[in-house]
């Protein structure tokens, strides 16, 4: 696998909403590594609630690292009270904190329909292949 030259005026904050149980919160730290390992921006991972870093924080590290544009990514499967207010509110003052940097919110992680394939390979592991595809 090909690792991406590192691109330093990106930077990717990785949000999950976050959980009381540590263990919750490592694997989404680890998730996020894991995706910085494949793709050129830098990637901060981060959380709504309950876990650090905040979004806010993760962001404004992101831009003390020299970011110019941070993308905003909720690991998040469908919209929600977090995703259609709550997010855009912390992206929209992050925005206005960085005047010189683009502040951007993705997509919900449920909105990409590639995530159909990971469903029907996961029906077909638990199925020992005897579902068709």
Partial sequence: M?????DP????????????ADDANDAH???????ANRVAPAVYPAFLELAAP??????????????TTV????YFLHPGRHLREHIPEIVAAAADRHP??????GSAFGDDHALIDVLVDQVHRATDGRSAG
């Fill in 54 to 67: 905040s979004i806010p924080d993760a962001i404004d590290s992101a831009v003390n690292g020299g970011a």
């Fill in 9 to 20: 005026s990106t930077a990717i904050v990785f949000v999950a909403h976050g959980s009381r």
């Fill in 29 to 35: 730290v680890a998730l996020a590594h894991a995706l």
């Fill in 2 to 6: 090909n690792v991406p030259e590192p």
């Fill in 71 to 74: 993308v905003v990514l909720p």
């Fill in 100 to 105: 010189d940097c683009d502040v951007v919110l």
